[in-house]
């Protein structure tokens, strides 16, 4: 058998062993299925409630444990924030408290199914107090609607102005009713009679 032969058999058969051994490497290997997405921004100050929403292959993660972790441009990233379950169709959320305003990176990483997203997020310094996004319950919506209710439920000025010169009117009525002299059964065009004149005498008697 000459070297050629030998060399062709050769080539053949660590061709077979590779067909038999199938793809190997990264072009095998099983892609995540776990996607998030960021719904919802709400600024407070320099505290920013995040809602983001983690789906395993289209359908709703219900069962993920998700996390938020915040880096400066420059510096040392913050320790990460368990995000809470909010409903049954995916919706993670969670308040992440910046130490110093400016450009941020944050990255929301899911376990079950695995998913990472980064964001930039600009944070500006602001006056402290609660936050209420509209649709997450966490009190500012509830809070606006008081107002609301409390500037719905004022009377009117116009209305609360009549009632003041009703009470007034009806007031100044009764103290010109007391006021006024009562009436003598004299007083009046049927009280005027005059005294009736004396009868005339006999003839003589000096009466006229």
Same mark, same amino acid.
């Given at each position: !058998?000459?070297?050629?032969?030998? %060399?062709?058999?050769?080539?053949?058969?660590?061709?077979?062993?590779?067909?038999?051994?199938?793809?190997?490497?990264?072009?095998?290997?099983?892609?995540?299925?776990?996607?998030?997405?960021?719904?919802?921004?709400?600024?407070?100050?320099?505290?920013?409630?995040?809602?983001?929403?983690?789906?395993?292959?289209?359908?709703?993660? /219900?069962?993920?444990?998700?996390?938020? !972790?915040?880096?400066?441009?420059?510096?040392?990233?913050?320790?990460?924030? /368990?995000?809470?379950?909010?409903?049954?169709?995916?919706?993670?959320?969670?308040?992440?408290?910046?130490?110093?305003?400016? %450009?941020?990176?944050?990255?929301?990483?899911?376990? /079950?199914?695995?998913?990472?997203?980064?964001?930039?997020?600009?944070?500006?310094?602001?006056?402290?107090?609660?936050? *209420?996004?509209?649709?997450?319950?966490?009190?500012?919506?509830?809070?606006?609607?008081?107002?609301?209710?409390?500037?719905?439920?004022? %009377?009117?000025?116009?209305?609360?102005?009549?009632?003041?010169?009703?009470?007034?009117?009806? *007031?100044? *009525?009764? %103290?010109?009713?007391?006021?006024?002299?009562?009436?003598?059964?004299?007083?009046?065009?049927?009280?005027?009679?005059?005294?009736?004149?004396?009868?005339?005498?006999?003839?003589?008697?000096?009466?006229?």
């Amino acid at each position: !058998m000459t070297n050629r032969v030998r %060399l062709t058999l050769a080539a053949l058969a660590a061709a077979a062993a590779l067909l038999a051994a199938g793809p190997s490497g990264p072009a095998g290997a099983q892609e995540d299925s776990g996607e998030i997405e960021l719904e919802a921004v709400h600024p407070a100050g320099q505290s920013i409630h995040f809602i983001v929403r983690v789906t395993d292959s289209g359908d709703p993660a /219900n069962d993920a444990s998700v996390t938020a !972790m915040a880096q400066p441009l420059s510096g040392e990233s913050l320790s990460p924030v /368990n995000l809470t379950r909010d409903d049954d169709d995916g919706h993670y959320s969670g308040p992440v408290e910046f130490p110093s305003a400016g %450009l941020w990176t944050v990255r929301f990483v899911s376990t /079950n199914p695995d998913a990472t997203l980064e964001v930039d997020q600009e944070v500006t310094a602001g006056t402290e107090g609660e936050f *209420a996004p509209e649709d997450d319950g966490t009190g500012d919506s509830a809070q606006a609607a008081d107002e609301d209710g409390d500037e719905e439920e004022g %009377l009117p000025i116009w209305l609360i102005v009549l009632a003041v010169v009703v009470v007034i009117g009806g *007031a100044l *009525a009764a %103290l010109a009713l007391r006021s006024k002299p009562p009436t003598s059964p004299g007083d009046g065009p049927e009280g005027d009679e005059s005294e009736p004149e004396p009868a005339a005498g006999p003839p003589g008697s000096g009466t006229p």
